[in-house]
């Protein structure tokens, strides 16, 4: 934006070169248009400067206190946040609280933008290796940013070990497949390994301390814990440059605290809720959200695979790729697209091993 706010005042300096008696004139209209410009330009430059919350139109210290208590200690944070969220959680009026969105969206560019600036943001994607090429490729080049990787499957699947291999090389450089930036691991069964993340790093030649302190650790003890977390989130991951985000696993807090039918439907509007935090989260800071999943009996199910995921719908909705993983015959693990908007439902074959997630082939009967 600078740049064009630079060309704009480049031009205004044009002299058209007609007439010299003119040129007196022309230059106090440049002058004049110059200022008007530069007044523009200053607005636009302001309006790019806007960095705290502080700044906003509407935010008097009182409010300010209240939103970053809240967690909307950010002009993105807030651009992207619904309005009763920002009203409850922060205690404001709900006029206040559209104020300030509105302001923060304006100051983002937020309400209205063209395909073309879709496009453009869509071209900033990046794509996350997971150590195996197959699983790189099921996934269209490895694990995008801007968007939500569930990967579901049974206990020992390999969901942990996807994530924890993900931690390192999030952290690798782009030209290796990583993301360049730092790590923070939402853990609510207690599984993440420091250990087993050593290993990887030195049998892959790697300096294990730095990757481990490159990992931010969170051990989310309940449903509302793990809400908190993700409510404040924004502020670390946008000032510590995370690149990925991981939920380890996303259910298991709710499916165990809100049993029984009567209560399913407040489960899935928080879980709608926190799904969508992920997701602006996502998007706004262009960063990869991975979250793990397990599954449950399909009572329905005559024919195929008798399990599906836990979520129902709202977890459906909210991933915007599902890689369902299963264990498969000789130790492997098979991963298969099952949901997503422009990857093919393949399956691919990967192991795990000290080196985290490798490719590997499954046996023919023809080898035997
Ligand atoms: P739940 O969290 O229980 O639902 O399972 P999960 O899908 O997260 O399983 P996880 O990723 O923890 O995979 C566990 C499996 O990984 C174990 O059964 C082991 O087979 C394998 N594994 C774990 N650590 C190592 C290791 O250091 N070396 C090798 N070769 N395999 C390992
Ligand atoms: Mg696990």
């Given at each position: 934006?600078?740049?064009?706010?630079d060309?704009?005042?480049?031009?205004?300096?044009?002299?058209?070169e007609?007439?010299?008696?003119?040129?007196?004139?022309?230059?106090?209209?440049?002058?004049?248009?110059?200022?008007?410009?530069?007044s523009?330009?200053?607005?636009?430059?302001v309006?790019?400067?806007?960095?705290s919350?502080?700044?906003l139109?509407?935010?008097?210290?009182?409010?300010?206190g209240?939103?970053?208590?809240?967690?909307?200690?950010?002009?993105?944070?807030?651009a992207?946040?619904?309005?009763?969220?920002?009203?409850?959680?922060?205690?404001?009026?709900?006029?206040?609280?559209?104020?300030?969105?509105?302001?923060?969206?304006?100051?983002?560019q937020?309400?209205?933008i063209?395909a073309?600036?879709?496009?453009?943001?869509?071209q900033?994607?990046?794509?996350?290796?997971?150590?195996s090429?197959?699983?790189?490729?099921?996934?269209?080049?490895?694990?995008?940013?801007?968007?939500?990787?569930?990967?579901?499957?049974?206990?020992?699947?390999?969901?942990?070990?996807?994530?924890?291999?993900?931690?390192?090389?999030?952290?690798?450089?782009?030209?290796?497949?990583g993301?360049?930036?730092?790590?923070?691991?939402?853990?609510?069964?207690?599984?993440?390994?420091?250990?087993?993340?050593h290993q990887?790093?030195?049998?892959?030649?790697?300096?294990?301390?730095?990757l481990?302190e490159?990992?931010?650790?969170?051990?989310?003890?309940?449903?509302?814990?793990?809400?908190?977390?993700i409510?404040?989130?924004?502020?670390?991951?946008?000032?510590?440059?995370?690149?990925?985000?991981?939920?380890?696993?996303?259910?298991?807090h709710?499916?165990?605290?809100?049993?029984g039918?009567e209560s399913?439907?407040e489960?899935?509007?928080?879980?709608?809720?926190?799904?969508?935090?992920?997701?602006?989260?996502?998007?706004?800071?262009?960063?990869?959200?991975?979250?793990?999943?397990?599954?449950?009996?399909?009572?329905?199910?005559?024919?195929?695979?008798?399990?599906?995921?836990?979520?129902?719908?709202?977890?459906?909705?909210?991933?915007?790729?599902r890689?369902?993983?299963?264990?498969?015959?000789?130790?492997?693990?098979?991963?298969?697209?099952?949901d997503s908007?422009?990857?093919?439902?393949?399956?691919?074959?990967?192991q795990?091993?000290?080196?985290?997630i490798?490719?590997?082939q499954?046996?023919?009967?023809r080898?035997?």
């Open positions: 934006m600078s740049e064009k706010v060309k704009s005042a480049q031009k205004t300096e044009k002299i058209p007609k007439s010299v008696e003119k040129t007196e004139k022309v230059e106090k209209e440049t002058k004049t248009e110059k200022a008007e410009r530069g523009k330009a200053d607005k636009v430059e309006v790019e400067k806007v960095e919350i502080t700044d139109e509407g935010v008097g210290p009182v409010t300010a209240k939103l970053t208590d809240a967690g909307f200690d950010s002009i993105e944070a807030l992207v946040a619904p309005i009763r969220e920002v009203a409850d959680k922060a205690n404001l009026e709900s006029s206040v609280a559209l104020k300030v969105i509105k302001a923060a969206r304006q100051s983002m937020l309400d209205f063209n073309k600036l879709l496009w453009e943001r869509r900033g994607l990046l794509k996350l290796s997971t150590g090429g197959n699983v790189n490729k099921l996934l269209g080049g490895g694990v995008e940013t801007q968007a939500i990787t569930e990967f579901v499957g049974e206990f020992g699947s390999g969901k942990s070990q996807i994530c924890m291999k993900l931690s390192i090389t999030a952290q690798l450089p782009k030209a290796d497949g993301l360049e930036g730092k790590v923070l691991f939402i853990d609510t069964e207690g599984t993440f390994a420091p250990q087993r993340i990887m790093a030195t049998s892959i030649g790697l300096e294990p301390e730095k481990l490159g990992i931010y650790y969170s051990r989310a003890y309940n449903s509302d814990h793990q809400i908190l977390i409510d404040r989130a924004f502020k670390l991951c946008q000032e510590e440059n995370v690149k990925l985000l991981i939920v380890d696993s996303v259910l298991s709710f499916r165990s605290e809100y049993i039918r399913l439907s489960r899935q509007q928080k879980l709608n809720a926190h799904l969508h935090k992920l997701t602006r989260i996502a998007q706004a800071l262009n960063l990869a959200v991975v979250v793990t999943n397990q599954v449950q009996a399909n009572p329905q199910a005559f024919f195929g695979d008798p399990t599906r995921p836990a979520g129902g719908h709202i977890m459906a909705h909210a991933s915007t790729h890689i369902m993983l299963r264990k498969a015959a000789g130790g492997l693990r098979a991963a298969k697209v099952i908007p422009y990857l093919p439902e393949s399956e691919t074959f990967f795990i091993t000290e080196k985290g490798e490719d590997a499954p046996k023919t009967r080898d035997d």
